[in-house]
């Protein structure tokens, strides 16, 4: 598939897959996409930013993410994309580029990569702690990955419980310092 003659429809949810993890972004027309940079720069944290789609695929293959039924349609989805441009919350578990499109299209926010990654880490951990009765070490990767689920579950919960986009939680935390 070659990038150059790909065309998107407005709105579109764009995704490029790396190894063990994949990037998100709304295509917003004209070659250009905007998506949340989080640590795309070398654990330096960067804001929601729109950049070119060659950019934004760094020579990789874009696959799009279909909706059955989208709360907004592509238009409405590129306002609201652009109305959190700079926004600087990038948060791996529960404000990701992920979030920030399916918040974008269906008005909620949610990820399958952390919900993947929630239970790998789970089934990680339950054959591990059975595992540890033979070696102390399997018990040592148990309790971490227990640990790590333990702490996804609580964050994805306080998310879901709270009214308020965690988008505009983060913002209000980093005003208050």
Same mark, same amino acid.
């Given at each position: %598939?070659?990038?150059?003659?790909?065309?998107?429809?407005?709105? @579109?949810?764009?995704?490029?897959?790396?190894?063990?993890?994949?990037?998100?972004?709304?295509?917003?027309? &004209?070659?250009?996409?905007?998506?949340?940079?989080?640590? *795309?720069?070398?654990?330096?944290?960067?804001? /929601?930013?729109? #950049? !070119?789609?060659?950019?934004? @695929?760094?020579?990789? #293959?874009?696959? #799009?993410?279909?909706?059955?039924?989208?709360?907004?349609?592509?238009?409405?989805?590129?306002?609201? %994309?652009?109305?959190?441009?700079?926004?600087?919350?990038?948060?791996?578990? /529960?404000?990701?580029?992920?979030?920030?499109?399916?918040?974008?299209?269906?008005? /909620?926010?949610? !990820?399958?990569?952390?919900? &993947?990654?929630?239970?790998?880490? *789970?089934?990680?951990?339950?054959?591990?702690?059975? %595992?540890?009765?033979?070696? !102390?070490?399997?018990?040592?990767? @148990?309790? @971490?990955?227990? *640990?790590?689920?333990?702490?996804?579950?609580?964050?994805?919960?306080?998310? *879901?419980?709270? !009214?308020?986009?965690?988008?505009?939680?983060?913002?209000?935390?980093?005003?208050?310092?």
């Amino acid at each position: %598939m070659q990038q150059k003659h790909q065309r998107f429809p407005l709105g @579109a949810h764009l995704i490029v897959k790396h190894f063990g993890y994949s990037h998100h972004g709304i295509y917003a027309g &004209r070659g250009r996409v905007i998506h949340y940079s989080g640590f *795309a720069h070398i654990f330096k944290k960067h804001p /929601i930013e729109m #950049t !070119s789609i060659q950019h934004f @695929a760094r020579g990789k #293959t874009i696959h #799009t993410r279909d909706y059955q039924s989208p709360r907004y349609k592509a238009k409405a989805v590129v306002r609201r %994309m652009r109305s959190r441009m700079h926004e600087n919350h990038y948060h791996l578990i /529960i404000n990701n580029c992920e979030h920030l499109c399916t918040w974008a299209i269906t008005g /909620i926010e949610s !990820s399958t990569q952390v919900e &993947r990654m929630q239970r790998r880490l *789970a089934t990680i951990g339950y054959v591990s702690s059975i %595992m540890s009765y033979m070696n !102390s070490i399997m018990l040592t990767v @148990a309790t @971490a990955c227990f *640990a790590i689920v333990l702490y996804i579950k609580i964050m994805l919960r306080r998310q *879901a419980k709270k !009214s308020t986009p965690a988008y505009l939680l983060l913002k209000e935390k980093q005003t208050k310092k």
